[in-house]
Nanobody
Framework: QVQLVESGGGLGQAGDSLRLSCAAS????????MGWFRQAPGKEREFVAA????????NYADSVKGRFTISRDNAKYTVYLQMNSLKPEDTAVYYC??????????????????WGQGTQVTVSS
């Protein structure tokens, strides 16, 4: 059974940093591109960042480019999202997801096969 378990969410203030982790199990991790999405209250889920199977390619939403960094450790079956210079508009539930294709860093949620349960990030001004 495939499981993606996010951790590292919490409360922060504007300008703070947080690092999210997503631990995967039940799948051959290096065969999947990985992504992070988020959903704020009353809004649709949106793409944040994605990384290819080997980490050579990354893709970011314009709203987080230069502030967030996605990375992965295939030996640990874990993908990370380092979030710096947090803003109140970053408040959302953050989800990690495993793409259908190893080299996929797509922005569309339909390109992702497995999803975690999410972790809450709240940023105050």
């Amino acid at each position: 059974q495939v499981q993606l378990v996010e951790s590292g969410g919490g409360l922060g203030q504007a300008g703070d940093s947080l690092r999210l982790s997503c631990a995967a199990s039940g799948l051959l991790f290096r065969s999947f591109g990985m992504g992070w999405f988020r959903q704020a209250p009353g809004k649709e889920r949106e793409f944040v960042a994605a990384i290819s199977w080997g980490g050579s390619t990354a893709n970011y939403a314009d709203s987080v480019k230069g502030r967030f960094t996605i990375s992965r450790d295939n030996a640990k079956y874990t993908v990370y999202l380092q979030m710096n210079s947090l803003k109140p508009e970053d408040t959302a539930v953050y989800y990690c997801a495993a793409a259908y294709m190893a080299d996929d860093t797509a922005r569309s949620s339909s390109r992702y096969k497995y999803w975690g349960q999410g972790t809450q990030v709240t940023v105050s001004s």
